[in-house]
């Protein structure tokens, strides 16, 4: 079934590098998305991953996949004050755009 | 290029009302969605539109209803509306065939007294 666990809150030093991670359970995902959040706005499409890859790099952030221990991780790099935000992992659900999220993580970038 | 648009920004009713809210996919897309995002949640799917039919459902009840137009914008119908209804509601559009990003609306929040 779909089942997206991430933890809750990071605090992190502005300039220094944030890591989101995340776990799925359903093991026919085919894609993996992170998506920002901004206090009142929607969600932004930040960089996705296709489930037989183990990395994808765009720009400062990094995706990592761990298929063994379905674990998806999101590396900001030189986190900027703009990335204070709640970030969420989603997958793709039965190979569809139906989308399956977990409930957030929120990182709070300290000037 | 707009992005996907939503209306209206806010909505405040009062329990037993009905509700229609409102999306315009993407251009050049032509699947919605449509998400609950309730307060310190993450979104949770309703149902999907494509080719104005209904294509997957989630846990939601008859309550929720929706439509979509000849020109891909839809519309979600909440109606007997509960103080549980009281969220933000997210539209995404994709494309059906290779339809790997979905784009989100701004959304719609919805109050219900």
């Known amino acids: 079934g779909e089942d997206v666990e991430q933890s809750l809150f990071l605090s992190v030093r502005e300039g220094d590098s944030s890591v989101i991670n995340c776990t799925y359970t359903?093991?026919?995902?085919?894609?993996l998305y992170w998506y920002k959040q901004e206090p009142g706005a929607g969600l932004q499409l930040l960089t996705y991953i296709f489930s037989n890859m183990d990395m994808k790099q765009d720009q400062r952030l990094t995706v990592l996949l761990n298929k063994k221990d379905k674990h998806l991780s999101l590396r900001i790099a030189d986190t900027q004050t703009g990335d204070s935000a709640i970030y969420f992992c989603a997958e793709a659900y039965y190979g569809n755009n139906r989308l399956a999220f977990g409930k957030g993580n929120q990182v709070v970038v300290i000037p | 290029d707009a992005g996907v648009t939503q209306s209206p920004t806010h909505l405040i009713k009062t329990r037993g009302q009905q509700v229609t809210l409102r999306c315009s996919p993407k251009?050049?897309?032509?699947?919605v969605s449509w998400y609950q995002q309730a307060l310190g949640q993450g979104p949770q799917f309703i149902f999907q539109y494509y080719e104005e039919e209904e294509r997957q459902r989630g846990n939601f009840p008859d309550r929720f209803s929706g439509h979509q137009f000849p020109n891909y914008s839809s519309e979600l119908n909440v109606n007997a509306l509960l103080l549980g209804d009281s969220a933000l509601y997210l539209c995404a559009s994709s494309l059906w065939d290779g339809g790997d990003e979905q784009f989100f609306g701004p959304g719609t929040r919805l109050t219900v007294l």
């Open positions: 251009s050049g897309h032509d699947t």
């Open positions: 359903d093991s026919s995902s085919t894609y």
